[in-house]
């Protein structure tokens, strides 16, 4: 038996000013053939649970590509072409099954849809040939995506946690279907609801009571799996919004019924799905008055791991502004302060214009630098391994970096894009977060993997950038309307 496995994943942030060619994926460690299993068969991702699947069923193993990108804007054609034809091309020459780990809210130059289009590729060239993918909880789910395969879940978990055991799931099911033992049968569903990140955590509401209506359904074997998805609204694509897709074993109408249950939930629950701002000054000074630490600070608006420039200033202004000490901030991004840095060499005091290098057009706002003085502490290549519950086993890259010690803040400041959700961010280069007052982390949702352990408070910090959970400041055009919160609607109608 033939298995052709892949990976193809990027989190497309349309109003974001950052690039996204070819090298943003080679950044991420991008690699071909068998080099991609041996850098992911010891990880706990999605391709490890292929990779393990595919050995006990005695299957030889195509592994055309693997490739991830820190999400930022769309992603070129070239890029996508790299990708997509390398999957096509192993297709094209024959296999027994093809299991795909894709992220769901890929957009590209040139269509809305980057997973759904290379699907209907995959089906074109493999007609009969069953496909399962593994989405993140966060895609934009289509209709084309849901025709051009057999088998499609997604991650129950927000920090995504449970890569290695959602792909174990549909890769079983993928086999079982080969062996004649299933006949997996597919619903799917959506409400026009954008559904903030923010708001997604599936140890809050309201997705913590959609998961768990998910796991019942599967408990009960009325499905073979149910996967709710936060989709990601700063995508401004039609298809944009929270759905839900079930597989069923032969019998549609029951996968049809959970589906109708989750759409239902996730209706009532639209109000739920809307982050409730507080004034930034007045975060900080709340967050001074806390004694007890680790207490993280999340720059939510200048998120990295949503498409952030991962260099606006304005939080990092305030803390200062307020004479917070003892604060670890991880990590800026700002190759040009690095080389300065570099230059200077270890135990300089330098003088730097930091951060402010990336205007964002699409919020009318430009890159605003701050002087900052500080001793240069650290400097290191930017390379570590996570040993936390997400990614783990991954190698990071993230460049040259350096930490700028300002006496009462510590700044790791990174030549590459890259969300904290591991301690590694700090402990690479000699910072113990643990032993911190205050953790500064340009994230949303997914420090929790790394951070969760040691954190005694955490507080949101409204401050700037395009991943902000301001709809106000977003300029939607594209996504179908009429749609939750953009406009005042009072039934959930087709989605």
Known sequence: M???????????????????????????????????????????????????????????????????????????????????????EAVAKGCDAIMLDLHGAMVTASTEDGEGALLRAVRAAAPHTPICVTCDLHANLTQAMVDNCDALIGYKTYPHTDMYEVGTTVGEILLAKLRGEADPVMAWGRVPVLSQTLRQGTDDEPFKSLIRMTREAEASGEVMAATVFGGFALADIQDAGISCVTIADGNRPAAQAVVERLRAEMWEQRGDHLYKHEPLTDAVARAKSIIDGPVILLDHSDNTGSGGNQDVMTVIEEVIRQDLEDVAVGGLWDPVAVQHMMQAGIGATVTIQLGGKTDMPSIDRVGEPLTVTGKVKVLSDGEWTVRGPMYHGLVVQMGPTAVLDTGRMQIVIVSRHHEPWDQGVFLSVGIDPAYKRYILLKSRIHYRAGFAPIAKHTVTLDGVGVTTSDNSLLKYKNVRRPIYPLDNINEPGPG
């Open 2 to 88: 033939r298995v052709v496995m892949a990976m193809m994943k990027h989190e497309t942030n349309t109003f974001s000013p950052v690039p996204t060619p070819w090298s943003r994926f080679e950044e991420w460690s991008a690699c071909f053939g068998e080099d991609v299993i041996r850098a992911y068969e010891p990880t706990n991702m999605t391709l490890a649970a292929y990779i393990k699947l595919s050995r006990a069923a005695d299957a030889e193993i195509i592994s055309p590509v693997a490739a991830e990108a820190m999400p930022s804007g769309p992603v070129s054609d070239d890029a996508y072409n790299r990708m997509s034809d390398s999957i096509l």
